[in-house]
């Protein structure tokens, strides 16, 4: 099992003093989000996910950095592949890039982007995906399709890793077979769902992903647990095992959690201390 931190920080300082956290304690990911501004909050800071991520590129070294996940909102998939190069060259070849089709309404209204019917949402974020994945492996063709169409390409420099690692957000099955088509890796998370709802979940879409990856004959693919509401590792020390054994036992590869509130932090700097318990 692997171990990742997402920090949606404040101010430089915070961001700066949760990636030397993550280093010194050995997580094997440092990960920041991609929204326009807290969606139930507005007076709660939002800084811009990607201007991030270079700042960490350029004052970190070792731990893989990603983002947790591109806004398909707001973003463009040609601008994004270029981004993504860049970043992957400011931090020397650690950069990981997740994408998702996006659920708040805030990132609609502040980007100016009608919301889409759910249909749209889904084959957005298909060719989208598909889109990065062709650009990043040095694919730069002409393309004509229906949301993101494009031409005179040019993707030089290629990125410093020979595949940059691409990861989807899915939880419904048209997300999940854009995974299987396109994805290294498949991240999930509870939203509003119980815990024991998502446990069961994730059991069946793990089945459903295994097998439409199974159908396009590509390798297995990354699972990552964004854990989350529902999900609380930062309730005890028992509570982190707990979430380790029980999601690890389902089949993920990783688990991604949030830098703790004040009222969490003793948790986890006991948790830290034995980070390698959990492996």
Not at 70 to 86: E, G, H, I, M, W
Not at 186 to 201: K, M, N
Not at 230 to 237: G, K, N, Y
Request: aromatic share 8%; net charge negative; no cysteine.
């Amino acid at each position: 099992m692997k171990f990742g931190l997402k920090v949606n920080p404040a101010t430089w300082d915070e961001a700066t003093t949760w990636a030397g956290i993550a280093q010194e304690a050995g997580f094997d990911g440092l990960w920041t989000g991609d929204n326009m501004r807290n969606p139930r909050d507005p007076a709660i800071a939002v800084h811009d996910g990607p201007s991030l991520l270079a700042a960490w590129a350029a004052t970190t070294t070792g731990i893989a950095i990603g983002l947790l996940i591109a806004n398909v909102v707001f973003r463009r998939p040609t601008v994004l592949a270029k981004q993504a190069v860049t970043l992957d060259h400011i931090s020397g070849g650690r950069f990981q890039l997740g994408i998702g089709s996006g659920v708040w309404p805030t990132d609609h209204a502040m980007s100016g982007v009608p919301m889409w019917p759910a249909a749209e949402r889904a084959a957005r974020l298909g060719e989208f995906t598909g889109v990065v994945e062709r650009l990043l492996s040095g694919d730069v063709s002409d393309h004509d399709g229906p949301y993101y169409p494009y031409r005179d390409a040019a993707m030089t420099p290629p990125p410093v890793q020979r595949r940059l690692p691409l990861i989807v957000a899915a939880n419904a099955p048209k997300a999940l077979a854009v995974v299987a088509r396109h994805a290294d890796g498949w991240v999930t998370f509870p939203g509003a769902a119980a815990e024991e709802d998502f446990h069961r979940a994730s059991a069946e879409r793990i089945r459903t992903l295994d097998r439409l990856v199974r159908e396009h004959d590509r390798e297995p693919v990354r699972k990552i647990l964004l854990a989350y509401g529902a999900v609380t590792p930062w309730a005890s020390a028992d509570a982190f095992a707990r979430t380790a054994e029980r999601y690890g036992e389902l089949g993920f590869d990783e688990i991604v959690v949030y830098a703790p509130k004040p009222g969490e932090r003793a948790v986890f700097d006991k948790v830290i201390d034995r980070l390698g318990d959990w492996r």
